[in-house]
């Protein structure tokens, strides 16, 4: 049973979800490809690292890429850098805060790709309001497309090291 206080605390968050969801055009087709960091030992790539990053142009190119993002976090920005160079994007690097709603705002008709660590994975992921668990394993692709009708659909990918 809904008590009076889980109410007004539901009351109380709607405009906030509003607020950040508010942020995703409503009437674009954006595609946003989430993948976690590649491999590593420390804070740096290993050697599975190195060789799953530099596949990874192979496994997205059936995608006509428009932007590559990446919070400035050097595992990640070396994970990018192959498919960077193969595709000929920068990588622009953004906050992990409403990361969801900052690229599908800057590409809402486009495909992009955010290479980003377990937690702001998840957090794109509930940000985007897509069902299911944000990709979390190395290799493990998500492929969100935002519908104009507010739908979302999910495709996955793994690419190997």
């Not at 709607?14 to 993948?35: F, N, W, Y």
């Not at 990361?99 to 937690?119: D, E, H, L, Q």
């Not at 944000?134 to 290799?139: L, N, S």
Request: glycine share 10%.
């Amino acid at each position: 049973m809904l008590t009076r206080r889980d109410a007004l605390c539901l009351f109380a968050l709607a405009p906030l979800s509003a607020c950040v969801m508010s942020g995703i055009p409503g009437s674009a087709r954006t595609t946003i490809i989430l993948l976690r960091h590649a491999d590593r030992t420390g804070d740096n790539l290993n050697s599975f690292g190195v060789a799953r990053s530099e596949n990874l142009p192979n496994a997205l190119a059936g995608y006509q890429l428009s932007a590559i993002f990446s919070p400035d976090i050097p595992r990640n920005l070396e994970t990018a850098k192959p498919l960077s160079q193969a595709t000929g994007l920068p990588i622009t690097v953004i906050p992990k805060e409403f990361a969801g709603s900052t690229m599908s705002r800057a590409y809402p008709n486009g495909t992009v790709v955010w290479i980003g660590n377990k937690g702001n994975l998840r957090t794109i992921w509930e940000e985007l309001g897509v069902p299911g668990t944000a990709p979390q394993e190395y290799g493990e692709i998500g492929i969100v497309t935002l519908l104009p009708d507010g739908g979302r659909q999910v495709e996955r990918l793994v690419v190997n090291a």
